[in-house]
């Protein structure tokens, strides 16, 4: 990913940083939004789309902080950096505690502002990974009948196909039939890879009574 195709906001109530900030992130060749209010950055923030934000700590109405909680309560991955106008040890650690990328003291050094958004930027993309591969099991997962999806709970118990066409009601090769069937639609071969892909999604193993 190219410098281009990831977008920094920036939400700061001094038009003088906005400026600033924005000037040089231009110039390295960033995509820019500003915004002077966390409201109206709430409104037109596009989750979907690639980058980080940066905000200011102290702001009228919503601070930073409470602006990164209202991303993350919206169920928002975006990596934050966090700039202030003077140092405080005990919001820098909230702030870090909550998994802002960095806590910079303005006037922000720019060798430092470009280290936070190569560090914010790997770990944007960790994140869209991830949110890939889980998009792309869920997608496998779908495909299940209620059947198969009942026998995947209990493969990834550890039960035997005898085991689960007792649980079931069924006969063992129905229950062969079914695992079968289940494992190539997911894609998996061995129950290590199955347990692998049942934890990435979530899935819970079924309790035996």
Known sequence: MTAADFSIYIVDDDA???????????????????????????????????????????????????????????????????????????????AMKAGAVDFLTKPVQEDELLSAIARAAAKEAEVRNVRAEIDTIEAKLAKLTPREREVLSHVIAGRLNK????????????????????????????????????????????QTP
């Open 163 to 206: 085991q689960i066409a007792g649980d079931l009601g069924t006969v063992e090769k129905t229950v062969k039939v079914h695992r079968g069937r289940m494992m190539e639609k997911l894609g998996v071969r061995t129950v290590a890879d199955l347990v692998r892909l049942a934890e990435r999604a979530g899935i819970q193993p079924h």
């Open 16 to 94: 003088g940083v906005l400026k600033a900030l924005s000037r040089l992130l231009r110039t390295v060749g960033y995509h820019v939004r500003t915004f002077n209010s966390p409201e109206v950055f709430l409104e037109q923030h596009d989750p979907t789309v690639p980058g980080c934000a940066i905000f200011d700590v102290a702001m009228p109405g919503l601070d930073g902080l409470q602006l990164q909680s209202a991303l993350m309560a919206g169920g928002i991955e975006r990596p934050v950096i966090f700039i202030t106008g003077k140092g405080d040890i005990p919001t820098s650690v909230r």
